[in-house]
């Protein structure tokens, strides 16, 4: 089971909407579920994507292979793509974390506009959870 957070979703797919018909690629870290507010029905142990790291467009190196060489590999967990004209499924370019999100359009958070892949393709079962990190908002 992979647990994202709703907020992050949320950004996750303002962000492909906004950059539609190019796509994004980001990093994505966890945040422990015994640090969340309102996790308390999950593992205390259980990593949640939570945070994003802002993508960078303008480096050239990240538009040819689509990895963001500028967030440590040890910070991000996890990988966020969008397909604008695709299929949701991962690609060659995009099995490069354990987890890799995927967004298609309409960019909305359902089962057929995002999903959570292992690093061989394969889908994996995702909940998302209404919870926060304490004195945290992405919206502050």
């Not at 308390?40 to 292979?65: G, K, M, R, S």
């Not at 060659?92 to 909305?108: K, M, N, Q």
């Amino acid at each position: 089971m992979v647990y994202a957070t709703r907020a992050l979703v949320d950004v996750l797919l303002d962000l492909a909407s906004d950059a539609d018909p190019n796509d994004v690629t980001t990093g994505v870290s966890v945040t422990p579920a015994s640090e969340l507010e309102g996790a308390d029905a999950i593992p205390p142990e259980t990593p949640v994507f939570t945070d994003f790291f802002l993508p960078d467009p303008d480096n050239p190196v990240n538009a040819v292979f689509g990895v963001d060489l500028s967030t440590p590999a040890r910070q991000a967990q996890g990988q966020f793509v969008s397909h604008p004209v695709g299929e949701l499924e991962v690609t060659r370019r995009d099995h490069l974390a354990e987890v890799v999100f995927v967004a298609v359009p309409p960019w909305a958070t359902d089962e057929r506009s995002f999903a959570a892949f292992d690093r061989s393709g394969n889908r994996q079962p995702l909940e998302i959870v209404d919870a926060s990190p304490p004195g945290q908002s992405l919206t502050d």
